[in-house]
């Protein structure tokens, strides 16, 4: 019985292959019409079960709390630490460059050179909290004293894990990218964003 039908409507198509091809013709153009308005868009939201109730509390707080949308970037040396003048001013150097990339929150950058960081100290006067590097630190005028001093203090601020490697051989700078660029109102354009890095 099956047999039957199939050969019957191989028979029915075959004897009207002109009329099957101008339709399939017309139903791809049809298509292809549709397709016009589609784009790709791999933002962050999307990437995110919006329903799940961790989700929905990140939401409610995303503005408070450091976000999600995060880059990393570590900066490597192959032989020996990081604290010598040229990695160190490799450093600021790469760490100037993430916070000047189009759709990051630039309050966000964290490195050993922004003045987010800070290391407490005990004093006679109490708890002092200062800047890592402050203003008072050049990138141009490292002396073995002063990357002494940052190195001191790195550890002081409880720094070496996290922003400083274990075994001092790399430093990481992080940042929050903000899915809408504030500068143009657009959708950060992830693959593009991704081709920048690069």
């Known amino acids: 019985m099956l047999a039957r039908l199939v050969s019957w409507l191989e028979a029915a198509l075959f004897r009207r292959r002109a009329a ?31 329903g799940h109730e961790y989700i929905e509390t990140f939401n409610a707080f995303r503005d408070q709390v450091f976000g999600a949308n995060r880059l990393t970037v570590v900066v490597h040396r192959k032989e020996g630490t990081i604290w010598n003048a040229d990695a160190l001013r490799i450093l600021n150097l790469v760490t100037e460059t993430v916070a000047a990339l189009p759709a990051v929150k630039r309050a966000s950058v964290t490195s050993l050179w922004t003045p987010n960081v800070f ?80």
């Open 20 to 50: 099957v091809l101008i339709f399939l013709a017309v139903v791809t153009a049809a298509f292809a019409w549709a397709a016009r308005g589609l784009h790709m868009d791999a933002g962050f939201d999307k990437q995110l079960p919006q």
């Open 119 to 198: 290391f407490t100290e005990i004093t006679e006067d109490g708890f002092s909290a200062l800047p890592l590097t402050g203003g008072d630190i050049v990138p141009d005028r490292l002396s073995p004293a002063l990357i002494a001093q940052i190195r001191n203090r790195t550890t002081l601020g409880g720094h070496v894990g996290t922003l400083v490697s274990r075994d001092h051989s790399s430093a990481m700078i992080t940042a929050e990218l903000l899915d809408i660029d504030p500068l143009n109102g657009k959708k950060l354009d992830y693959v593009a964003f991704n081709r920048l890095l690069e």
